[in-house]
């Protein structure tokens, strides 16, 4: 139901994530004392600046400044936006998002995608239904080899022909019409009118990661063109992002240790039938860096199957170019080249799963099949050769991260031409550092060190501490202090006495998007000298309160002393003046 996420559920959920858990399971962390380290996920580095703090529940880059939370991380990392991030980070708990149509002042504003998955997700339950009555569907499925079970596992469908199947079906309201042609199920013709754009075809739902029916590939039955037809790119879809049969293979197999990226559906489909449950596709086109990257992120080793025609190779070398900027230590990349005129279904038909497993096994690594390819397009016995080779690899080899991987082309490399590791890298440029990289200042790599005053810490304590809001009341009167942080004291002593309990890390969220997010983020991050024990700090809360307490006293006495001079005061104002006369 489309509405309003609950404020008290995102406060749950952030407060439930174990942000070491989350940042581990995409970028491993080594233990460092009281904290984890690595190499920094948002910039390239050889030396790891990139901390993450269990006590904290936080994230901190000194190299490029990146930090944040949990829920911070997700946006960052997966490039999704809040709402996105949310029931992203709910999927790794299996929770479902309760939505609400009236809902908290900070919580996220109405989902508008609902309506398109909704009727996604009815599209589907027609097709599979149509599935079952057409014999004509049913035998060819059969033809290939696949069961009933499988069908349901994959909720395979079947458009029948004809123009108007889903209006027949669906309903023709604007509603339902408007969320079709958005959802690129009917296609509309520049008269105004619409048509089914999938027509005699196998459907093959396409879900996202938390099992939605984002999309669908339709295959042909006979030999009509185009083999093959996707949902266009919409709203809710964008296929170079997502990868068919991800969501079924997270689910079939508990512990993924590879996965296999092939070029169709019914590959995926095929393979699984054989008990190859670890096979994925991508939708139509070359296999993208996001869908490397996500994939790389679910299992450290990829193979890559194509055909062994010339359309494979040139496939597996744009795969290969796109593979080389993701890859870090400790994830593999491998090719597997089939006979021609052959695919994953056709070979798994034919072998079994035991002999194409094999194949598997022997899949071509990523070092061998950049220098084989490279090598059959010069002669590396003569000079000249051997400098076209290193000046093709040179660009390939610059995108990469630093990292061992990286050294040990170099070192392939080097015996190749015939020259140093070391002269090579100098001829070498790496890529410019990020986004975050390209941001940095000296100010923002030493967020760290933040300047101590009252004010700040009292700030630092309430958010690294919000148990502390019981030690000593914040004025209401702090909220509509001119004097800096004094109206952000009293606005987060609000929230922690509003929802007693709140955690540090549901209270920053609280401030997500908020012009004081930036300065919180800071000083959750800052190492606050001198409160390893509680009552060293409820010491050092009171005392920095009484000191802004007189402060805002002092403040207000100079501000009604002035006033006077020129204007009379009013009651409330003259009583105020007396009290603080009398301090």
């Not at 933040?450 to 004025?475: G, M, S, Y």
């Not at 540090?504 to 930036?518: G, H, K, P, V």
Request: proline content about 4%; overall charge negative; aromatic content about 8%.
């Amino acid at each position: 139901m489309a509405g309003r996420i609950p404020q008290n559920f995102i406060d749950d959920l952030v407060s439930r994530a174990d942000i070491v858990e989350i940042i581990n399971a995409r970028v491993p962390l080594k233990k460092k004392g009281k904290e984890y380290t690595a190499c920094c996920p948002f910039h390239n580095e050889k030396t790891p600046s990139f901390t993450v703090s269990d006590s904290k529940q936080f994230y901190h880059c000194f190299g490029c400044g990146a930090h944040g939370t949990a829920l911070g991380f997700f946006m960052e990392y997966e490039n999704l936006d809040f709402v996105d991030a949310i029931e992203a980070l709910a999927a790794e708990y299996n929770l479902d998002v309760p939505r609400e149509n009236t809902g908290f002042t900070n919580s996220p504003t109405k989902d508008d995608k609902q309506p398109l998955y909704d009727i996604i997700a009815k599209a589907s339950e027609l097709f599979q239904q149509q599935l079952k009555s057409s014999d004509k569907a049913v035998a060819y499925l059969k033809q290939r080899g696949l069961t009933g079970d499988i069908a349901k596992t994959y909720k395979l469908g079947y458009a029948p022909e004809g123009w108007n199947f889903l209006t027949g079906n669906l309903g023709k309201d604007k509603t339902t019409i408007d969320a079709l042609v958005s959802t690129g199920l009917l296609v509309q013709k520049d008269d105004g009118k619409q048509y089914d754009r999938f027509r005699d075809r196998i459907i093959f739902p396409i879900t996202d990661r938390r099992g939605r029916i984002i999309g669908f590939g339709g295959r042909v039955i006979d030999d009509a063109e185009p083999k093959y037809l996707n949902s266009p790119e919409n709203a809710v879809f964008h296929k170079g992002l997502e990868l068919y049969g991800l969501y079924e293979t997270r689910k079939a197999v508990r512990k993924l240790e590879r996965i296999i990226i092939v070029e169709g559906y019914m590959d995926v489909v095929a393979l699984a039938q054989h008990g190859i449950e670890y096979a994925v596709a991508s939708l139509g086109t070359a296999t993208t860096k996001d869908q490397i990257q996500k994939t790389l992120r679910t299992v450290p080793e990829i193979i890559f199957c194509y055909d062994g025609d010339a359309a494979g190779l040139k496939a597996a070398w744009r795969a290969l170019e796109n593979t080389l900027s993701i890859i870090r230590d400790g994830q593999f990349v491998k090719f597997l080249f089939l006979p021609e005129k052959e695919d994953p279904d056709s070979m798994v038909r034919k072998e079994g799963k035991q002999d194409f497993e094999k194949r598997l096994d022997n899949a071509t690594a990523l070092s061998d099949f950049l220098f084989d390819t490279l090598k059959k397009k010069t002669d590396i016995n003569t000079m000249d050769g051997r400098a076209q080779l290193a000046e093709s690899a040179k660009p390939l080899l610059a995108q990469m991260n630093d990292s061992i991987f990286k050294d040990l082309l170099l070192e392939k490399l080097s015996e190749l031409v015939g020259m140093s590791p070391q002269k090579l890298q100098q001829h070498i440029i790496s890529p410019a550092r990020d986004k975050y990289q390209a941001a940095a200042s000296p100010a923002r790599r030493s967020d760290r060190h933040v300047r101590h005053n009252a004010t700040r810490t009292a700030i630092a304590l309430l958010l690294q501490f919000p148990e502390l809001a019981k030690t000593k009341p914040v004025p209401e009167e702090f909220s509509d202090s001119e004097l800096e942080g004094f109206s952000l004291l009293a606005e987060l002593h609000s929230h922690t006495t509003q929802d007693t309990g709140i955690t540090s890390i549901a209270l920053l969220e609280r401030f997500r998007d908020n012009q004081y997010e930036n300065s919180l983020l800071k000083l959750m991050e800052w190492e606050i000298p001198g409160i390893e024990e509680e009552q060293q700090r409820n010491i050092l809360f009171v005392d920095s309160m009484n000191s802004l307490i007189k402060k805002h006293r002092h403040q207000r006495y100079e501000i009604l002393n002035d006033k006077q001079t020129t204007q009379p005061l009013t009651t409330e104002e003259k009583q105020e003046y007396l009290s603080l006369l009398s301090d």
